[in-house]
């Protein structure tokens, strides 16, 4: 079985856009990051799992579609890192642009977060 490792990246990724949900319904928002925690957890028993992504054509990344986000994974050995998420509609060249000049800021834990064991966060 693998082993599961989110990145600061995606877990502040996560955040964001769940934040930006609940200004309008909190409980959607609750919703989007159990669904994505819930989905990322298949990992474990299919590493191999999801599509490569037409922008990282050749590479070894890969990524899951989980309405309305795109998560991106690598899988190296026994380990499969979740680098980024993302909403479907950004535009995936503007998204890592943006993500290389932004500050790393404090990753809010969810409750969601704390049930799937994730409280040691990789630099």
Request: hydrophobic share 40%.
């Amino acid at each position: 079985m693998a082993e599961l490792v989110w990145t600061r990246p995606a877990l502040d990724n996560l955040n964001e856009i769940a934040e930006y949900i609940a200004l309008d319904n909190p409980d959607a928002a609750l919703r989007l990051t159990e669904k994505v925690f819930s989905s990322i957890e298949t990992l474990k028993q299919f590493p191999d799992s999801g599509r490569h992504p037409l922008e990282l054509t050749g590479t070894r990344y890969t990524e899951l579609v989980i309405n309305p986000c795109r998560v991106f994974c690598r899988r190296e050995g026994n380990d499969v890192f979740i680098l980024f998420v993302m909403r479907c509609e950004r535009e995936f060249r503007k998204f890592m642009i943006g993500e290389r000049r932004k500050t790393t800021q404090q990753v809010l834990l969810s409750p969601s977060a704390i049930q799937y064991g994730i409280t040691d966060i990789p630099q």
